[in-house]
């Protein structure tokens, strides 16, 4: 897309383009609502989550531990998809 920030627009198709990422973009497209993402690389889930909202273009949430990880996740995203993409929630207490 043309507002995509240019990192993104960089690497975009190598990551959409990737086996894991297909595979998670059929598990959305055949009607998979909850999945989770592991792995020690927070930059790699937000890498994975960006690619697949990149190629299912779906409104997402995404439920982390705590809200340090939230906004170190939202900064990630923001990075990759640009501010008008990315919103954070406060926890409910």
Known sequence: MKDEPMLWQEISSTITGSPSLKRLDGLVR???????????CET???????????????????LVPGPDEAERQRDNLAALLGEPAVRLWAAWD
């Open 30 to 40: 055949s009607g998979k609502k909850l999945m989770g993402v592991t792995g020690p």
């Open 44 to 62: 790699g889930k937000a890498l994975l989550t960006a690619g697949l909202f990149t190629t299912t273009r779906r409104t997402m949430l995404w």
